[in-house]
Each structure stands twice: as structure tokens, then as C-alpha cells.
């Protein structure tokens, strides 16, 4: 009867002190809170969001052959490189902002400058 007892006794013991670790180890956990000055679904993968951006580009017809680059910054995407024209501009800026998780467009596209005559 005694080994009974003293087993009994340990694992109270035990379930004594694992207990209160356990409730104070997960009051420990971190966790993720969202921006008060939040506007919309955060990109929280910036590569992600320059992918489907290019991709986008690239599905333009209009687009396609356009020497771009895309960059971007906690859903800010860059836009750099030359267009032939200010409509392109507008159009690569307009498929730009119509992709998911874009917050805003930052234009650095210009106008490819003509062969120039010696």
C-alpha cells in the first residue's frame, strides 16, 4: 500500500508544480496586432507582391516588351524604367493598383527618349 502512496503523492507533486509553468509559459506567447492607421490588407510578403505585379505587367499586351523594374516596400510598389509613351505610363500605373495588396504606386517610369541624330 505504501508504493501506492508515495506515487500517488509524486504525481501530485509533479502535476503541482507543472501546472502553473504551463499557465505562465503560454501567457508569454507573442502575437501580431495590426497597424491603428491600417487602410487595407497589409502585403506581408513584399516578393510576393512584386510577382504578381510583374505578372500583371507581363500580361499586358500593351506592356509586355517595356523595359520595367518593380520594387516594393510594405505594399508600396516602385515602378521604374521606360515607356514609349505617357499612355503606357498610365496603363503600367493602372494595372499596377489594380493587383491585390498594392497600398499605393510610386511612379518612376519615364518616357524613352528618341535615337538621337549626329
Known amino acids: ?3 501506492g502512496r508515495t506515487i500517488t503523492c509524486r504525481l501530485l507533486i509533479v502535476i503541482a508544480f507543472a501546472f502553473p509553468a504551463c499557465v505562465f509559459i503560454n501567457g508569454c506567447k507573442s ?3 495590426t497597424p491603428a492607421n491600417a ?3 497589409i502585403a506581408t510578403d513584399d516578393a510576393a507582391l512584386a510577382a504578381r505585379v510583374k505578372q500583371a505587367l507581363v500580361a499586358d499586351p500593351t506592356l509586355r516588351s517595356l523595359p520595367l523594374s518593380v520594387a ?3 505594399g508600396v510598389v516602385q515602378l521604374a524604367g521606360y515607356a514609349d ?3 503606357q505610363i498610365q496603363q503600367a500605373i493602372a494595372v499596377t493598383r489594380g493587383v491585390p495588396g498594392v497600398q ?3 511612379n518612376e517610369l519615364q518616357i524613352r527618349p ?3 541624330q549626329q
Do not use: I, K, L
Open 85 to 87: 509613351s505617357a499612355a
Open 114 to 116: 528618341q535615337g538621337t
Open 39 to 41: 487602410t487595407g490588407p
Open 72 to 74: 516594393t516596400f510594405r
Open 31 to 33: 502575437t501580431t496586432t
Open 104 to 106: 499605393s504606386v510610386s
Open 1 to 3: 500500500m505504501r508504493n
